[in-house]
């Protein structure tokens, strides 16, 4: 698919990708992504025109903190009318949170944001983050009838064009590192890239992109396991500030039946603290009506998260309460499906 008038912006924030083997040390440095030719020569291959900028300093993927979220919707804003898409090289750590925070923060997007990175540093032989960086390339560039094919914020790993907030990372050795266990791929690289229109999300309100860059992180996520102590959740439900809770369940959404637990998250839930379940499962959906160890918590006002990633909670709760919204607005938030994140029978 040629897409001679395209024209795409390379963001590099850092990560393996971008790290090239020092011949004397054998450490790994960050190259200046100029150069990026002289290591990837294929670009020349592509027929639509690249760009690049970069973060200064470059950062680890364990560094990238919501004002680096902020920063990337600045850069994105600020290039949005000079380039059709936009591919962003990012560590692999926390990718799949950047991609979700970033599917909330650019609000009205219509034009294709894709993350990637690798497991190996683009310099080496066996590297995995040519073909990401050239497939996301290509995404990043490709219309149908003049508009993108693809225009929301997703992850492209190992041949799979993920949406962004449904992507975990699921391994840290092998290539295939990404999953979205409960949405389907929206797009598979073989010998074509074949794209699967109907799974893909397309703003047609006609708005204009609105970057959204305040995000609350008076948050956190809370994991049930048994045996959990009552002191540390009330230690936990109390810190000082605290605004929202991603809660770790069982299965499709349950939780012990301790008297104490219940009687915690009730007194939180009353101190304004918005709770969401999510399932410690893989795969799957939070359903609280289906056990009594689920309806207990829908029961003390926790919410469903549906079939949401824990990374897509967390920053979806960062966002809303970014927009000083009262917590009973925020629950309501929670239960609606902004970007594609959740999926509501």
Not at 305 to 322: P, R
Request: hydrophobic share 40%; proline share 5%.
């Amino acid at each position: 698919m040629k897409q001679e008038n395209a024209s795409v912006l390379i963001i590099y924030t850092g990560g393996t990708i971008g790290m090239i083997e020092n011949a004397e040390t054998g450490a790994l440095e960050n190259f200046n992504f100029e150069q990026l030719q002289k290591h990837v020569p294929e670009l020349k291959k592509l027929d639509f025109k690249i760009d690049s900028c970069q973060f200064n300093p470059p950062r680890d993927s364990s560094d990238m903190e919501p004002e680096a979220w902020a920063d990337l919707c600045r850069i994105i804003y600020e290039n949005y009318r000079k380039y059709d898409g936009f591919v962003i090289l990012h560590g692999t750590d926390t990718m799949a949170y950047t991609a979700s925070a970033l599917s909330f923060m650019l609000e009205n997007l219509n034009k294709p944001v894709i993350l990637t990175g690798s497991q190996l540093p683009i310099g080496v032989l066996r590297t995995d983050g040519k073909e990401n960086l050239m497939t996301s390339l290509e995404i990043a560039a490709a219309k149908r009838r003049g508009k993108p094919l693809v225009p929301e914020v997703c992850v492209f790993f190992e041949n799979h064009l993920m949406r962004g907030n449904r992507t975990t990372k699921i391994n840290a050795e092998n290539f295939n590192a990404f999953r979205s266990y409960n949405y389907p791929a929206l797009a598979a690289a073989g010998i074509h890239i074949k794209y699967e229109p109907s799974l893909i999300h397309h703003c047609t309100n006609g708005r204009p992109l609105t970057p959204h860059l305040s995000m609350d992180t008076n948050v956190m996520i809370l994991k049930l396991f048994p045996g959990i102590q009552e002191n540390v959740v009330a230690a936990t439900l109390a810190i000082p500030g605290l605004k929202g809770v991603v809660l770790e369940t069982y299965g499709s959404g349950n939780a012990p039946r301790s008297q104490w637990l219940i009687n915690q998250l009730i007194a939180a839930n009353e101190r304004g603290i918005v709770i969401v379940n999510v399932t410690q499962c893989s795969a799957g959906t939070v359903e609280m009506d289906r056990y009594e160890t689920g309806k207990q918590l829908l029961d003390a006002g926790i919410l469903s998260g549906y079939d949401s990633t824990t990374e897509s909670a967390v920053t979806k709760l960062m966002f809303l309460l970014g927009h000083g919204l009262p917590p009973d607005e925020v629950r309501q938030m929670m239960n609606i499906s902004i970007a594609g994140e959740i999926t509501i029978n």
